[in-house]
């Protein structure tokens, strides 16, 4: 028998770092919460999908919501901890566990995995928070404007259970409650006649989605042997060359996202170089050209000599990248389809790829299924990069971020901004056969009405489902937004229960916003930006 669980007054859905961000918020107004998702691990993008964080270049100074930073401060001091470090690495204040180039933070899934389950501890011990972990939704109630409840499937023992709310947080990650409950939403690319954006395509098309990739991570071991059997599909994708590609997609010639000019990629495990030398910085340098060191999740040589035999570095690569199909709308094929290029990938590197000594293949690397928690070492969950996004009050467009629109230091100023966040305008290849599209964006603004269904009256978005477009989403869909969206999100429904209001009163009246910004601003939620400029 499924024990009963008391009617919580927030159900949030999906556990991802939107869904803990509003969770989080939510406890702390003193409201009973449960928070459900679909794999074991909360954490999304972070560690179920294993992706290290992408930030924006002044994350260490400002531009952050403190819990936010207090997720990052937790992270750096469990490694301080429990790893050793050498000691040069134990005094820095701005730690990068990995030493990768895409973040100032770079670490490992089970380690952001640890800090936040410890952060929502102290919220299960008094009960407020229930976590249902391995539940996925399946159907939802609504009328009269009002979602009533969510039916969700528990994957481990084919059990169901329907959870009634007073407020509905979507934090899963495409959007999925929007779907059940008939929630108004975009999904795909929209027309360039719908908000004139300059980068739209001139038809909308609800299959044309940013690809996914499924990650895993790597150490190597020279003179060992760790080849993988040969994948079902390798043989497709080892003779796979996109039409807008420079060559085969399983090679180290891909092209530059910013300028599609084609651009060699180097690979050389466990390099020799101090981890202490590398800097993130992805408004100078987006670091994506020397493979191993992109998105190295642990450096060896930050630690006592001895400690660990290899770096472990994670692959989220322009190699596999899969975009063949949509996810929303074939999960079930597109999922196999990426699993498959990313083992035929690994499979290439151990066999095929070549060497800077003049030879080929790599058959040291050995995947790592107990950094990924996992019985094949691939993620969790695949990461993806867009979700269905609801028709809000406000719809964040190019006219609104991109740089050459509105210059280095434009950007749209909202009235009802409930946060930051600063990123450029970011999409991977797509399904509908479109190349990067990779342009300068502003730091940028997050709008409340962004939050806002425009008829749905108690459901709230918390992730990448917010109202940006298919362009937009590209800039807003990072780790510090997703987060950003989420706290916002639940600190919106605690303060509208605890006021007897509507979120659209909050949003849409001057005097009832004030209220929850100063909410927002004593909880360590920056609003506005200071004087930097887009990149």
């Known amino acids: 028998m499924i024990p009963e669980i008391p009617e919580p007054d927030i159900l949030v859905v999906g556990g991802g770092l ?17 928070l459900t998702e679909e794999t074991d691990w909360i954490g999304g993008q972070l560690t179920s999908q294993a992706v290290p964080p992408d930030e924006h270049p002044w994350v260490e100074q400002f531009g952050t919501t403190a819990s936010y930073r207090a997720l990052r401060d937790g992270i750096r001091e469990y490694y ?34 640890a800090v936040l389950e410890s952060m929502l501890a102290p919220h299960r011990a008094a009960g407020r928070l229930t976590l249902l972990t391995e539940h996925r939704p399946v159907a939802a109630e609504s009328d009269n404007d009002v979602v009533r409840s969510v039916t969700l499937d528990d994957l481990r023992d084919g059990g169901r259970r329907t959870i009634t709310a007073r407020y509905v947080v979507d934090a899963t990650e495409t959007g999925e409650v929007l779907e059940l409950a008939g929630v108004e939403h975009a999904v795909g690319a929209e027309s360039r006649a719908e908000f004139d954006e300059p980068h739209a ?7 044309n989605q940013q690809g996914i990739t499924v990650c895993f991570a790597l150490s190597h ?12 599909d390798h043989d497709f994708w080892s003779s796979y060359r996109p039409d807008f590609w420079p060559g085969p997609l399983l090679g180290f010639e891909a092209p530059d996202p910013r300028s599609l000019e084609s651009v060699p990629r180097t690979f050389v495990p466990n390099p020799a170089l101090d981890p202490l030398d590398v800097t993130a910085d992805q408004s100078a340098d987006a670091g994506d050209k020397e493979l191993w060191g992109f998105r190295r999740i642990l450096a060896r040589k930050l630690h006592r000599p001895g400690a660990f035999d290899s770096d472990i570095t994670l692959v989220n690569w322009p190699l596999n990248d899969y975009w063949l199909k949509p996810f929303i709308g074939e999960e079930t094929e597109a999922l196999r389809g990426a699993r498959q290029l990313s083992l035929s990938l690994l499979y290439w590197l151990q066999t095929a790829a070549p060497r800077q000594d003049g030879g080929t293949g790599f058959p040291g690397l050995r995947i790592r299924p107990d950094v990924t928690g996992t019985a094949d070492g691939l993620a969790k969950a695949p990461y993806l990069r867009e979700s269905r996004r609801i028709k809000a009050v406000t719809t964040v467009t190019e006219h609104d971020v991109a740089i050459d629109l509105v210059g280095p230091y434009g950007g749209t100023r909202h009235r009802d901004s409930v946060g930051v966040g600063g990123y450029r305008i970011d999409l991977h290849p797509s399904t509908g056969g479109d190349n990067y599209i990779d342009i300068g964006s502003v730091p940028f603004e997050i709008p409340l009405g962004a939050l806002l269904p425009r008829r749905v009256r108690n459901l709230l978005p918390a992730g990448k489902n917010i109202g940006t477009t298919h362009i937009t989403n590209g800039c807003y869909r990072l780790h510090p937004v997703e987060w950003n969206a989420g706290e916002v999100a639940g600190a919106l429904a605690a303060h509208c229960l605890a006021e007897g209001v509507e979120p659209h009163q909050v949003q849409s009246e001057d005097k009832r916003f004030e209220e929850f910004a100063r909410l927002l601003d004593r909880d360590g939620v920056q609003r506005h930006w200071p004087d930097v400029r887009g990149y």
């Open 80 to 113: 301080r901890r429990w790893y050793p470090l050498r000691s040069e690495a134990l005094a820095l204040s701005r730690l990068n566990p990995g030493a990768g180039r895409v973040s100032k933070l770079c670490h490992e899934p089970r380690v952001a995995l």
């Open 18 to 34: 939107g869904g803990v961000a509003a969770a989080l918020a939510a406890c702390r107004a003193g409201r009973t919460v449960v």
């Open 221 to 232: 071991h020279e003179g060992e042997d760790h080849t993988i059997d040969r994948p079902a």
């Open 201 to 207: 395509p001139d038809r909308a098309d609800p299959l």
